[in-house]
């Protein structure tokens, strides 16, 4: 800290005192800097001060940071002046230009100090000269060849960017992939001279080539509950369109997208990796309905770039990345790319593997060293507007996925969802699932799309929870629930506000009798942040449940210490400056009246909309799958799930061959905990076959029937000519009757 201190007076000569109440720290990647506590009197000699801000091109860039957030009416005035504030850096502050002929005099209260960004301030953690995690940069010598994207501020002149930087020593200057980057090629000996630049405002090392990372499709998650055409289920992502975004196209021979596929991908390499990446989200099950996934209705875009485009022209609404960078991290201009879509195309979402590097050791930021943690594939995948998916297996047991936290401790992955073969099926799986829901949505409200914040809270609250209690770094609030997450959006369960700095809004939650558990969670598309920002956070909420007897409930956070056992520590409750998303459980609570309290701790970018979405869990035994009309073959494996809720009973498994009539037990004694059994599918041929569950007083059947029957063997044509062909197979022993369906416009018909 004494470091960093000496900075904070070399660099800036801050002479102004700030109270106690409020943290003026500020939120660099290249270092945290405690101003609130400096105690420096006023600051004086503006004019000098400003004079020594660099010019460019007519504008001074500078770093501005307030006693207290700007007003609308103090954004408008400084506006007027033609002081912009141009991206929030925690807390308190903006990187600001302003004309050179501006009278520094008028730049009046609420502003506590500014002054010039300095070169040492620009880097990312990872390339800082004083983070205290990758001191080997001081020892590479001169001539060491940095591979650096930087970031510029909005300058209307480009070439003259391309000039300076060669100008200093820069090489192989190129656009980056967003918005005001461009990667380069510099010397060690010549990265100062760089960083001294004035319309740069953050240097980090170049996003390395993404590589891709490598079936119970649709049940482990319970997507087959939405979509089993039962009880008049039939939710299949149909009218909604999503994306899967890598390199390569489709398989132009698969039949599992009919009618439903657009290539948006030029060129003609093949790629098997997108086409299952496809088949997770949204298969058909055309070659075989075992691989039916969740949106087997949805549109299906294969694209390779960005997809801001396609929102308008394509009605575009989420898209599915799997392919990371290996461990690395940082809020990525990606991250602040995607944030910044799907705050202003608010029907987006974004879903990113985690990773399949686990085990590996983190190796940026405050995490560095530590194995088995903050391993994520890459900083896009950090942002906070999006979904970043872990895997399971199909027993909900932990896999091989990467883990958090981000790298400035928010809870990172988002959820789980099962992709046994890496968490390049698990993204997409999920995708497939909030298509599901959108769809429901649709129905709801006269085919209005929903926003995707409030889908993604629901497929977050409703999660079922694994590993630790409440959120973790691995699991983040658990694996998803579409048939939960079905139930809360079919009942409208949120509320819907928005507020400013400062203040408090307040709601009302009557909680019936006899529920097992109340879940509350507040969440908010948050503003981009600043690339350059310690802390990805930039409008900071805070939430509390308080009970009819006037007991509060703060959410559930994390340890985020950088060390192997606090990271695995259980959540504890407490107030949460770090996440957009905002969790408060509540066992066997007493009906009543309970009030959410919303306030907007610190909102530098309102009025900042939020939603709380809430479930009541009740004693509960569901079986979802099998559910009915499914086709079972003897021998084969199958298993069995359902959902199992307030009981502490054993679990038994039961089997009937004749709609109910006679059962025979499959197993018993199994773990109240335990929501799945695999069984091996019995000898038998019958199109009456159910499954029962019990536990307790409780059970759940079938809603109908299954089949369990032989496949037909040795399938040929005989002879077609024209609109007629036989076809011929082998006869199945006690079968009765045949179906012969054909390909129609989307899927097999009779």
């Not at 009278?103 to 990872?126: C, M, T």
């Not at 740069?200 to 590589?211: C, G, K, L, N, V």
């Not at 398989?251 to 093949?270: A, P, W």
Request: aromatic share 12%; net charge neutral; with cysteine.
């Amino acid at each position: 800290m004494k470091q960093i201190l000496l900075l904070v007076l070399s660099f800036f000569f801050l002479q102004i005192a700030f109270t106690q109440e409020q943290d003026y720290t500020l939120y660099l990647q290249s270092s945290y800097m405690d101003l609130g506590y400096m105690n420096l009197g006023r600051m004086t000699n503006r004019k000098s001060r400003w004079a020594n801000i660099p010019t460019f091109e007519g504008k001074k860039y500078f770093i501005v940071q307030f006693r207290k957030i700007p007003t609308d009416a103090q954004k408008a005035e400084m506006k007027s002046l033609g002081v912009e504030l141009l991206h929030y850096v925690p807390n308190y502050a903006w990187f600001a230009s302003a004309p050179e002929g501006l009278e520094i005099e008028r730049l009046k209260y609420p502003v506590g100090w500014f002054a010039a960004i300095y070169g040492d301030n620009k880097f990312s953690q990872s390339l800082s000269r004083f983070s205290w995690s990758n001191s080997k940069v001081n020892t590479l010598p001169p001539t060491h060849l940095y591979f650096l994207e930087i970031t510029t501020f909005d300058i209307e002149n480009k070439s003259l960017i391309k000039k300076m930087c060669e100008e200093v020593g820069a090489k192989n200057i190129k656009k980056g992939n967003y918005k005001d980057t461009y990667s380069l090629e510099i010397t060690k000996d010549k990265l100062q001279e760089l960083a001294n630049l004035p319309f740069i405002y953050f240097i980090s090392e170049q996003t390395p080539t993404p590589q891709l990372e490598l079936s119970y499709r649709n049940t482990v998650g319970r997507a087959n509950y939405l979509s089993s055409g039962i009880n008049g289920m039939n939710y299949n992502g149909d009218g909604v369109t999503l994306a899967i975004e890598e390199g390569g196209i489709l398989d132009t021979l698969t039949i599992d997208f009919q009618g439903r596929k657009k290539e948006r991908t030029s060129g003609n390499n093949v790629s098997g990796h997108k086409t299952g990446c496809h088949q997770n989200a949204g298969g058909a099950g055309n070659y075989d309905p075992k691989f039916r996934a969740n949106a087997w209705g949805a549109t299906i875009i294969s694209l390779s770039g960005s997809s801001w485009s396609f929102y308008d022209t394509a009605n575009l609404r989420m898209a599915s990345h799997s392919y990371g960078w290996g461990v690395s991290g940082g809020y990525w201009a990606g991250a602040a790319d995607h944030d910044q879509q799907v705050r202003l195309q608010p029907s987006m979402m974004h879903f990113y593997s985690s990773g399949n590097v686990g085990s590996d050791t983190c190796n940026y930021g405050i995490y560095n060293g530590i194995a088995g943690w903050a391993n994520l594939t890459g900083g896009s995948k950090q942002a906070k507007n999006i979904m970043a998916i872990n895997n399971t297996s199909p027993y909900d047991s932990l896999s091989f996925g990467s883990v958090g936290p981000a790298f400035d401790g928010r809870i990172k992955p988002d959820a789980c969802i099962e992709g046994w073969e890496g968490t390049s099926f698990s993204s997409p799986k999920a995708a497939g699932m909030m298509a599901q829901l959108y769809q429901i949505w649709k129905q709801n409200h006269n085919g209005a799309d929903p926003q995707s914040g409030l889908i993604k809270a629901f497929m977050l609250n409703t999660a079922d929870d694994l590993y630790n209690p409440g959120p973790d770094f691995r699991t983040g609030f658990g694996r998803i629930n579409a048939r939960r997450a079905y139930k809360a959006i079919n009942g409208n369960q949120f509320f819907v506000d928005s507020l400013g700095n400062g203040a408090t809004k307040q709601h009302t939650l009557a909680v019936p009798a006899n529920v097992k558990e109340v879940r509350a969670m507040l969440y908010w598309t948050d503003y981009e942040a600043t690339v350059n920002a310690a802390k990805a956070l930039v409008n900071d909420l805070n939430f509390s449940l308080t009970t009819p007897s006037n007991a509060t409930f703060l959410p559930w956070k994390l340890n985020l210490f950088p060390h192997a056992d606090s990271l695995d520590n259980p959540a504890t409750r407490g107030v949460d400056s770090l996440n957009n998303v905002e969790q408060i459980t509540i066992p066997n609570p007493a009906a009543g009246n309970y009030t959410l309290t919303i306030n907007g701790h610190l909102v530098p970018q309102g009025p900042q909309k939020y939603w709380i979405v809430y479930e009541f869990i009740y004693d509960e035994l569901t079986l979802t799958y099998p559910i009915g009309k499914e086709a079972f073959v003897a021998g084969e494996k199958e298993i069995i799930r359902w959902d199992n809720y307030g009981s502490n009973s054993t679990i038994s498994v039961d089997f009937s061959q004749d709609n109910g009539a006679t059962w025979t037990n499959v197993v018993s004694n199994l773990p109240n905990g335990q929501t799945q059994y695999e069984w091996t599918v019995p000898n038998t041929l019958t199109g009456l076959a159910k499954i029962r569950v019990q536990s307790g007083a409780k059970q759940s059947v079938s809603l109908l029937p299954f089949s369990i029957m032989p496949v037909p063997q040795n399938i040929h044509r005989i002879w077609s000519c024209g609109d007629s062909l036989m076809l011929k197979w082998d006869a199945v022993a006690g079968a009765n009757q045949y179906r012969i369906t054909r390909l129609g416009q989307n899927t097999w018909t009779v």
